[in-house]
């Protein structure tokens, strides 16, 4: 069964950082751009990154450019977002998501659950 | 940044009616080289994640029930339910993948 479980979610203060892993299985994992998208409470969605197969491209959002950074481990079929600078505002739910092939001009066909990230003023 | 608007934000549709979506986008989503439309539409119903259901503008992803459809080009795009089931109750979006990737702001389907 393709899955995606992600982790690292949790309460943060402004100006803090935080890392997020998605675990992937039942799909070769390299074969797949990889994206997060994140969603505020009772909001929309919002695509915040993404990356190639090979984690040699990279993408971002305005919002999040030079503070996120969007990594993998295909080794580990594990994905990663390293968030620094939190704001407010960047309090969602973030799901890790799968791009139906290698390229990120596609729709996402696979979501994880989601993992809460909530600042603390 | 390519603009997502849906219409209507919410709607209330008898079981068994056809309920209706409209997206829009700010700029053409088709592709001249490959004439596709850069166009998804998503479900999410409480407490779960977006589920895929259409890509291509109308292209229905495996498992998603025929009564499920999509369909137009360039920049307006809809999705229709022929026949509103209990289990569609839910929030629907439309996402561009053309430039950038942007999502509509959503529509909720209710049971009227």
């Known amino acids: 069964e393709v899955q995606l479980l992600e982790s690292g979610g949790t309460l943060v203060q402004p100006g803090g950082s935080l890392r997020l892993s998605c675990a992937a299985s039942g799909f070769t994992f390299s074969s797949y751009a990889m994206s997060w998208v994140r969603q505020a409470p009772g909001k929309g969605l919002e695509w915040v990154s993404g990356l190639s197969g090979s984690g040699g491209s990279t993408y971002y959002a305005d919002s999040v450019k030079g503070r996120f950074t969007i990594s993998r481990d295909n080794s580990k079929n594990t994905l990663y977002l390293q968030m620094n600078s939190l704001r407010a505002e960047d309090t969602a739910v973030y799901y890790c998501?799968?791009?139906?092939?290698?390229?990120?001009?596609?729709?996402?066909?696979?979501w994880g659950q989601g993992t809460m990230v909530t600042m603390s003023s | 940044d390519i603009v997502m608007t849906q219409s209507p934000d919410s709607l209330a549709v008898s079981l068994g009616e056809r309920a209706t979506i409209n997206c829009k986008s700010s700029?053409?989503?088709?592709?001249?080289?490959?004439?596709?439309?850069?166009l998804a539409w998503y479900q999410q119903k409480p407490g779960q994640p977006p589920k895929l259901l259409i890509y291509w503008a109308s292209t229905r992803e495996s498992g998603v029930p025929d009564r499920i459809s999509g369909s137009g080009s360039g920049t307006d795009f809809t999705l229709t339910i022929s026949s509103l089931q209990a289990e569609d109750v839910a929030v629907y979006f439309c996402q561009q993948y053309y430039s950038g990737r942007t999502f509509g702001q959503g529509t909720k389907v209710e049971i009227k």
């Open positions: 998501a799968k791009f139906r092939s290698n390229s990120i001009n596609d729709a996402f066909d696979i």
């Open positions: 700029q053409s989503v088709l592709h001249s080289s490959n004439n596709k439309n850069y």
